[in-house]
């Protein structure tokens, strides 16, 4: 028997797909949680089914990015959820300790343009904005051949999946989000930035320490920038629809020019949604409900749901922000804030509202628990602009120090050097031997016919008898070549011997022809530098000799070597 291909299907169209996406293709309901393969699947394996699906494997295959350090900084812990563009992670910065979300593009996607480009947009739209309704993109590059952005970790869970729950939300609940949301693409707007894609499952909620909704809006893959000719770029994309079905102003689904007032409209339709539990338009085709956007009036929501008794002036709110004609709606973000303003502030039904942060009763409805707002409690601290930034200050003052340091180093390393050698050079003569100086690196400076007093002292080893090393510099003036004279007086108890080194280490004559208590000369042809030893001459096998009170002199001359004859 054949085996069934596996499928995803729309239970609100039926439509199926073999490869899972986030929207029906055909009537635009939201896939990952509508597929009947999809919640069965997430059901019996235990998960959350108003959370996206993992991205722990694709295709029954280990997921490569668990466990991988990306970029040397941070380290992928958790899969969060996958969707058409590609996956969200957990990471860990492995320097400053905090978590993050890192977005990561499909791999089978990076080549396509039009992915590219909307993977890009977003991490240069949303990296201009800080307002705190807006999730934050810290970091962007390209790991293993894929793009990724690093954004802020919210814990908490979507407004979509929230609706899913709760059904609709009254005002008193509402209303604060909507403001909040407002705000968000009020700064946004005012930077030149539009979402275009504002929809419930783009909206994160959580909760602040005093138990009030907060939430965050997110994924501006789909942003357009102020000033930007996007033509070429919408060529080169592919002929898909850019945004949700179910909140695309008219403007945008004729591909006309579009502005902030697009997300205007968007707002409202996401209004519209929240108050009711259904989108604005409805239809069994996508092309259904793109007609309906273009052509058809909206129903008010009081009257799409007469039994929530919602406001009227949430009907005319609603409406004013979904007039089909760019001109006749709210002209900014800042406008339709009054409005919600006006509702809160003027309805003896919803009195108690105010903006997040203000004191005020809890909503009726149950807001979002505690448990569901962290899911991942006690772990470590989410990274935060703030954290980033100082990390980068950080970075910067080392390799600041790093780019000083290094010169002023070798700089005084030269400066070290050139004064050693002065020092070598024009350090004051010895008259007596300076220990330890058994070896030549160590040799005792003397000057030329400046006799210097000397010790045969403590052996060096049982084996081994005591050695002096001495150095003559010529003077700077001096010949290159010279004749060094060097004469050793004796000592009572042992035989002396002379050898005489260049500046190499190689030894250029020696002397040992005297018995103890004689001394020793010898006479050679020197060039540079002239380094002596003094040691003891004892047949081999015998015992090294110390005599610790007993001194020799030794005495070196250099003449120029044309004083020879």
């Known amino acids: 028997m054949r085996s069934l291909e596996r499928k995803y299907f729309c239970p609100r169209c039926t439509a199926g797909f073999e490869v899972a996406t986030d929207y029906c293709g055909r009537c635009g309901a939201y896939m990952w949680r509508a597929s009947r393969l999809a919640r069965a699947e997430r059901e019996a394996s235990g998960q959350d089914l108003g959370a996206p699906p993992p991205a722990d494997a694709e295709d029954g295959r280990t997921d490569p990015w668990l466990g991988a350090l990306v970029d040397d900084r941070y380290r992928v812990t958790e899969a969060i959820g996958r969707g058409g563009m590609g996956a969200v992670y957990k990471v860990e910065h492995q320097r400053i300790g905090k978590v993050a979300a890192m977005k990561v593009l499909r791999r089978e996607l990076a080549g396509r343009r039009d992915i590219v480009w909307r993977f890009r947009r977003e991490a240069e739209a949303v990296s201009r904005l800080a307002h705190p ?49 407002a705000d968000a693409l009020g700064e946004a707007h005012e930077l030149g930035v539009v979402h275009r894609d504002l929809k419930p499952e783009n909206i994160l909620v959580t909760r602040t320490q005093r138990g009030q909704d907060f939430i965050k809006v997110l994924d501006f893959g789909l942003a357009k920038l102020a000033g930007r000719d996007e033509s070429a770029e919408l060529q080169a994309a592919t002929d898909s629809i850019v945004g949700t079905p179910h909140a695309m102003a008219p403007e945008q689904i004729r591909g006309d020019p579009i502005d902030a ?42 009257a799409r749901r007469p ?84 990390f980068e200050r950080m970075l910067r003052r080392r390799r600041l120090l790093r780019r000083a340091f290094i010169p002023a180093l070798i700089g005084v390393s030269l400066f070290a050097g050139v004064a050693g050698v002065a020092h070598l050079r024009g350090e004051r003569p010895r008259t007596v031997e300076v220990e330890p100086n058994h070896h030549i690196e160590d040799a005792t400076p003397i000057a030329s016919d400046l006799p210097v007093r000397g010790y045969i002292g403590q052996r060096l080893s049982e084996t081994q008898s005591d050695r002096d090393f001495y150095k003559v510099v010529p003077e700077p003036e001096a010949s290159a070549h010279h004749i060094a004279e060097v004469r050793v007086t004796g000592l009572p108890n042992m035989a002396l011997k002379l050898a005489l080194y260049d500046a190499s280490g190689q030894v250029v004559a020696y002397a040992d022809d005297g018995g103890v ?34 001194y020799y002199e030794l005495t070196a001359t250099l003449e120029p070597a044309s004083a020879e004859r």
């Open 133 to 181: 309704n807006t999730v934050h993109i810290f970091d962007f590059g390209e790991a293993s051949g894929a793009l990724y952005l690093i954004m802020e970790y919210v814990r908490g869970r979507d407004l979509g999946s929230i609706l899913e729950r709760d059904g609709p939300l009254p005002l008193a609940r509402a209303v604060p989000l909507f403001l909040q949301i």
């Open 261 to 302: 007032r697009a997300d205007i409209y968007s707002l409202g339709a996401l209004i519209y949604r929240v108050l009711t539990g259904r989108p604005p338009f409805e239809a069994t085709t996508l092309m259904g409900v793109l007609t309906k956007h273009l052509t058809e009036p909206v129903v008010p929501p009081s």
């Open 517 to 550: 208590g004689e001394g020793e000369r010898l006479r050679e042809r020197v060039r540079g530098p002239v380094y002596i030893m003094v040691t003891e001459s004892r047949p081999a096998g015998s015992l090294p000799t110390e005599n610790v009170s007993d």
């Open 307 to 390: 039994d929530l008794e919602i406001d009227p002036r949430a009907d005319e709110l609603v409406a004013q922000a979904m007039e089909k004609s760019p001109r006749d709606r709210f002209p900014d973000a800042a406008a339709l804030s009054k409005a919600l303003e006006a509702i809160a502030r003027d309805s003896s039904k919803n009195a108690a509202l105010r903006r997040p942060g203000a004191p005020s009763p809890p909503p009726k409805r149950r807001a979002l628990a505690p448990a569901e707002a962290a899911r991942d409690e006690g772990s470590r601290p989410a990274l935060r602009r703030a954290d980033l930034d100082a």
